[in-house]
Structure formats: structure tokens, C-alpha cells
């Protein structure tokens, strides 16, 4: 039960939600309690649904070991407020739940919440238009009833003079395309998204992410303006942390030796991280945002030891479409929870919890919830900011593979010619290196073995072009190598050297050896001479 993962996709917190439940009810011990002199049956006291639940939720894969006693009893309480359970005289909705000895029960309603069903498109809800959808640039390219069938194994400079015979003669000349930067920042945008949906395995981003609140200038604007510690610069300093702010941060973060000047007084660290705590809850919306909330719930589906890797890479592109306002304050936030956790010399900030499970549990709802409640949203934030604080240098760098593939795109594009007789304005930017995918026409096996035998004596011709050339080997090595390559493909030999076959051919008469009458016979030596 406790292996049951949920894969990334969408309404991930509602399949969560119906899991826990399902689990919950099916392996809660039920047994019969006594209350004020009367036997209640199938049912269970607070405290023993406490202790079961988190032992359930802690050797969850989708939660995990962070999951406190306190939460599990706050999920509990969402349990009586959904009906989930109920307790012995039928109340729920209104009554609290406590860790005590009250007995419950479960009703025989289900307590599963249904999917809900993806809205169908409306035509009155107008598509921006992307790069991807002006002439497909992830698209195949389209084959016209004019164009040259494409063949596969075929020689590209074969095929490149076939192309040129067959060009009329009064064809203009190739124009140069003209790249925009509006087309830069499709390219940023297109490209970012489809690494993320490749990482995540899904088919569409559309179920997990409303691609309308993706803004490609934030996602130029932190992969290019950073400062020598990897951290976001903002442009509007209006919108940066205030500097009181700031400097309680870098207090906590390096305690005791940030400023010699500090009060001393005891609690003093109680208050400044107070203050900061206070500063981050007064936002208006959690840092991982509202629009973001479902894609970062589904990256919880891979954070597990074997997918530790590609879940880095995943939040490594989701935190680029971060404002950059917001990956600012997560980067911050995120190294100072990281140092005072680390911190040895740091005094208690709380006398019942320990430092780094503060951190994790104070910060949690400032850095991921959604617009509505959800039921979950404090185990799943849990789960989250623990994985960042524990790889935040990673995941909050800038992909260094993103860069080279938007890079390099933009460089093909901007080199690239246009077809004589296109407008240079024409917004066609499909081809090029980021081609994911393409078409190939199947051939006969008898085209095979043409091509195939094409394709090796090619080869082989380049293999003897460079024993010629070769610098790095000697005369005597080079007669060599030509004799043992000869002997092994006189064809080719003969195209290359068309006048060494007389020659062979020649030297390949018998020559006439003298006669051996001549020799005078050795005198055999023995003893009795």
C-alpha cells in the first residue's frame, strides 16, 4: 500500500486525496470500544487514528518520512470536515477533532471525491499563436504536390546536384531570414516547455499548466540577468526585498558572524527569524505561485531515489517561469533555510521541533498552495520545500542545456537561407536541430543493397583518399597500406589509379629465368675426404 505512487498528470491532488482516504479506511483497526456505560463496535479512538495515519503517510512514497504528527492530525480534521469519518453519534462538518480518546467511525458514504472531467475547448477562447503554430516549428515540414519526394540513405550531395539541375535557371537568389524578437522569445518559451513535458513522460502540458500564464520574458530574464552567485537581479528595485528584510536574512544565514554589533540578548534569532517569517506570509500569493500550483504538484511524482535526477531537471524548468520577483525571493529564501539548517552553531529556534523541521514546516505554506483550499496542500508543500532545500544549488541554477539549445536554434535561424522567392517576413521557422521527430519513406529490399553497396564503396574511397593524404605515416607505411588495400578492393584501387592495371598487367608476364646449366655442382664434403 505504502509503493502506491501517483504519476505526474492531471487533478494529481484530488487522486491523492481519494488514495489516502482509500487507504485510510481500509486499514484503519476497527474494534469495539465502551463509551458512558455503552459498546460502540467497528470503530476507533483519535489518538489510534493519529498514530496509524502517520505511520501511513510516512512510508508514503508521495509524502514521505517529514510528514509530522501535527499535520497528520490537521489531515485528520479535514477528514471530519469532508466525512470522511464521523464520530459515534453521526456528527461531522461542525465537531473538531482532537488528540484524544473520543471514538469515530466511518460512515457508509464514500468519501472519494470525484475527477473532474477536462472542459472541452470553446471557440470563444482565442489561442495565442506560437511559433509552433504559425508553420510548425516542431512540426514536420509539409510536403507540397510540387515538392521532391524526400528519399532515405540517399547521398546529400547527389541529391543536392539533382536539386540544382532541376531549379530553373531564372530563380532568384536565396534571401536571409529575418528573426525577430518576438521570435527569440517563442523560442525561449517553446523550447522550455517541451523539455519539461519530455522530463514529466506526458503527452500535453495542457492538463497541468494553462500555457497562456507562461511569460517568456521571465524566462529570459532569469537565465540571463543573474549576478556571480547565481541569484536573480531585478530591473524595478521597488519589487525586490526590503532591506530589513534582507538583512535579518543574512543575519540567520550566518550567524554568528554576519555583524559583530548585533543585540545579544537572549531569544534575539527568535525574533529576527520571526520577522522574516512574518514578511513572507504577508505576500499576496505563495513564491511557486497560484497559476504554477498544479505543474509543481505533479513534479511530486517524481521525487523519489531513482528519479532524483530528472525530478532536479524538472523544478531546474519550472522555477525559470517563476516572475523573476518571486525566484528571487525562493533563491534566498532557499539559502538561508539551507545554512540554518546546516548551522551547528545556530541556538534553538524552537524548543519542541528541531531546526531544520522549522524550517521545513514554518515555510512551507509561503512557497507553494493554490488559489482554493485543497485538502493536502500542507503534506504536499512539505514534501516539496524539503526536496528544494536539500538540492536548492541545483535546481535553482541555470540549465546550462537550455541555454546551448536555444542558442544554437537561434544561431540556425538567423544563418539560415529562405528558399528564392520567399518573403523574408514569412514566419516559417520550422527545421533545424530541434527537429524532434521525422518522417522516413520505406525502401525495397533490393534499393537496400543498391544504396548499401553505394554507401560502402563510398566509404572506402574516402578510407583511400586519406592513406594518400595522410601526413603522420611514413612513405614506407603508406606503399604498405596501399598494397594490403589493393589486394583487398582492386576494384576501387582501379577507379583511383586507372593506369596501374597496365602496369599489372605487365608485370604479371613470366619473365624467362636464365638456365641453371651453368651451376657447377658442390662438391659434397665428407670424412673419408
Request: aromatic share 8%; with cysteine.
Amino acid at each position: 500500500m505504502s509503493s502506491h505512487v501517483i504519476t505526474p498528470g492531471p487533478y494529481r491532488a484530488t487522486k491523492l486525496w481519494n488514495v489516502v482516504t482509500g487507504l485510510f479506511r481500509s486499514g484503519m483497526p476497527l474494534r469495539k470500544h465502551r463509551l458512558h456505560f455503552r459498546v460502540h463496535a467497528a470503530c476507533f479512538t483519535a489518538s489510534a487514528a493519529v498514530d496509524w495515519l502517520h505511520q501511513l503517510l510516512c512510508s508514503n512514497s508521495n509524502f514521505g518520512p517529514d510528514v509530522t504528527r501535527q499535520q497528520t492530525l490537521q489531515l485528520l480534521k479535514k477528514f471530519l470536515k469532508n466525512h470522511v469519518i464521523e464520530d459515534v453519534k453521526g456528527r461531522f462538518g461542525t465537531e473538531d477533532f482532537e488528540d484524544n480518546n473520543l471514538l469515530y467511525r466511518f460512515p457508509t458514504t464514500s468519501p472519494l471525491k470525484p475527477i473532474p472531467c477536462p472542459a472541452p475547448a470553446t471557440s470563444s477562447i482565442k489561442k495565442r499563436l506560437s511559433i509552433r503554430d504559425k508553420d510548425g516549428f516542431f512540426r514536420f515540414k509539409s510536403i507540397n504536390k510540387h515538392d521532391k519526394e524526400t528519399q532515405e540513405n540517399v547521398d546529400p550531395a547527389i541529391q543536392a546536384q539533382e536539386e540544382e539541375v532541376s531549379q530553373p535557371s531564372t530563380e532568384k537568389p536565396a534571401q536571409q531570414r529575418v528573426l525577430t524578437e518576438e521570435d527569440e522569445q517563442e523560442l525561449w518559451r517553446d523550447i522550455t516547455l517541451t523539455h519539461l513535458q519530455k522530463i514529466l513522460g506526458l503527452t500535453s502540458l495542457d492538463d497541468v499548466l494553462d500555457q497562456r500564464h507562461v511569460n517568456p520574458q521571465n524566462i529570459i530574464h532569469n537565465v540571463t540577468k543573474v549576478n556571480k552567485h547565481g541569484v536573480v537581479t531585478l530591473d524595478d528595485k521597488t519589487d525586490d526585498l526590503p532591506h530589513w528584510v534582507l538583512s535579518a536574512m543574512k543575519s540567520l544565514a550566518n550567524w554568528p558572524k554576519y555583524d559583530s554589533g548585533q543585540p545579544s540578548y537572549p531569544g534575539f534569532e527568535r525574533d529576527v527569524f520571526k520577522t522574516v517569517s512574518d514578511y513572507f506570509y504577508s505576500l499576496p500569493q505563495p513564491l511557486l505561485t497560484y497559476e504554477l500550483y498544479e505543474l509543481f504538484i505533479n513534479i511530486l511524482g517524481l521525487l523519489k531515489p531513482q528519479c532524483e535526477r530528472v525530478a532536479i531537471e524538472a523544478l531546474q524548468l519550472c522555477t525559470l517561469l517563476l516572475p523573476p520577483s518571486s525566484r528571487r525571493r525562493l533563491q534566498l529564501l532557499m539559502r538561508m533555510m539551507s545554512r540554518i539548517s546546516q548551522n551547528v552553531d545556530m541556538p534553538r529556534l524552537h524548543h519542541a521541533i528541531g531546526t531544520r523541521t522549522l524550517m521545513v514546516h514554518t515555510f512551507s505554506a509561503c512557497v507553494l498552495g493554490s488559489a482554493e483550499e485543497c485538502d493536502l496542500d500542507e503534506l504536499l508543500a512539505t514534501r516539496l520545500v524539503s526536496f528544494l532545500m536539500d538540492h536548492q544549488q541545483t535546481i535553482l541554477s541555470v540549465p546550462d542545456y537550455l541555454v546551448r539549445a536555444v542558442t544554437d536554434h537561434v544561431q540556425y535561424l538567423r544563418t539560415a537561407q529562405l528558399p528564392a522567392g520567399r518573403d523574408t517576413n514569412d514566419r516559417d521557422l520550422s527545421g533545424g536541430p530541434m527537429l524532434l521527430h521525422a518522417f522516413c519513406r520505406q525502401i525495397s529490399t533490393v534499393e537496400f543493397e543498391e544504396q548499401r553497396v553505394t554507401s560502402s564503396q563510398k566509404a572506402m574511397a574516402e578510407l583511400l583518399e586519406i592513406l594518400l593524404s595522410d601526413q603522420n605515416i611514413t612513405e614506407k607505411d603508406r606503399r604498405k597500406k596501399l598494397k594490403q588495400f589493393q589486394k583487398q578492393y582492386p576494384d576501387i584501387y582501379s577507379r583511383r589509379f586507372p593506369c596501374s592495371d597496365r602496369d599489372d598487367k605487365k608485370d604479371s608476364k613470366p619473365k624467362i629465368k636464365p638456365p641453371l646449366l651453368n651451376i657447377k655442382k658442390t662438391k659434397v664434403f665428407s670424412i673419408r675426404n
